[in-house]
């Protein structure tokens, strides 16, 4: 009867097959690469770090007054000339109820006509 060992008998571990050489593939690498969390720059060759000797420029406050009044000018020159006149206003109901009514003559139609799904 053979003898029963535990899996971290010495003589077990011994006696297991060595695994032959193993041939890298892409996917092994890519697995098996880490990326680093130091922070900084990565470079290769290293370059040397520039600092900006110029301060950030910041916008004067009647700059951004002149720009307001600017697109405030733009969008009152791309204002209607003209607001909507009472003959206007009267046209786009009697269009809206004919539409509706073409719409309700159409669906009327439709279900009278076509097959049931």
């Known amino acids: 009867m053979p003898s029963r060992r535990s899996p971290g008998d010495p003589a077990r571990v011994a006696a297991?097959?060595?695994p032959t050489a193993h041939r890298f593939t892409q996917k092994d690498t890519l697995m098996r690469t880490t990326m680093t969390t130091a922070p900084g720059r990565h470079d290769h060759p290293p370059q040397p770090?520039?600092?900006?000797?110029?301060?950030?420029l910041r916008v004067a406050v009647i700059d951004r007054l002149a720009l307001h009044l600017g697109l405030a000018l733009i969008?009152?020159?791309?204002?209607?000339?003209f607001g909507p006149t009472f003959e206007r206003r009267a046209n786009r109901v009697e269009r809206e109820l004919a539409l509706e009514s073409r719409?309700?003559?159409?669906e009327r139609t439709a279900r009278l006509t076509l097959p049931l799904r």
């Open 16 to 18: 297991a097959p060595q």
């Open 49 to 56: 770090q520039h600092t900006n000797s110029h301060p950030a």
């Open 75 to 81: 969008r009152w020159g791309r204002r209607p000339r």
């Open 103 to 106: 719409e309700r003559a159409w």
